[in-house]
């Protein structure tokens, strides 16, 4: 059965920089699209990056220069390097694969496009 399961989350002062992992297991890693997701406290789900299986990525404006999506298909895995963090950053993230074919009626940033979920990891950025 397919899975996603994050690591790597943490509390850091503003400025610093983590690095989130998730390990995914169950299905054709080769062929899906991943994604970070993340939800503040009191807000929703909101997509940060993605990739597709042809390695094209897609972030959110919010993180654009400062956040870094890699996937390594031999590993099966996909990680965020989170840089120059910000208080506003701090929120659960979440690891999303979609096994297979894209669902082209949603973005790549929307949370319908994803089919697997992982169990998020807290990331707490302070002043």
């Known amino acids: 059965q397919a899975g996603v399961q994050e690591s790597g989350g943490g509390s850091v002062q503003a400025g610093g920089s983590l690095r989130l992992s998730c390990s995914a297991s169950?299905?054709?890693?080769?062929?899906?699209?991943m994604a970070w997701f993340r939800q503040p406290p009191g807000k929703e789900r909101e997509g940060v990056a993605a990739?597709?299986?042809?390695?094209?990525?897609t972030y959110a404006d919010s993180v654009k220069g400062r956040f870094t999506i890699t996937k390594d298909n031999a590993k099966n895995t996909l990680d965020l390097q989170m840089n120059t963090l910000k208080l506003e950053d701090t929120a659960t993230y979440y690891c999303?694969?979609?096994?297979?074919?894209?669902?082209?009626?949603?973005?790549?940033?929307?949370?319908?496009?994803?089919?697997?979920w992982g169990q998020g990891t807290q990331v707490t950025v302070s002043s």
């Open positions: 990739i597709d299986h042809g390695g094209s990525t």
């Open positions: 169950g299905y054709d890693y080769s062929t899906d699209t």
């Open positions: 999303a694969a979609r096994p297979g074919r894209r669902d082209y009626r949603y973005s790549i940033l929307d949370t319908n496009q994803y089919t697997c």
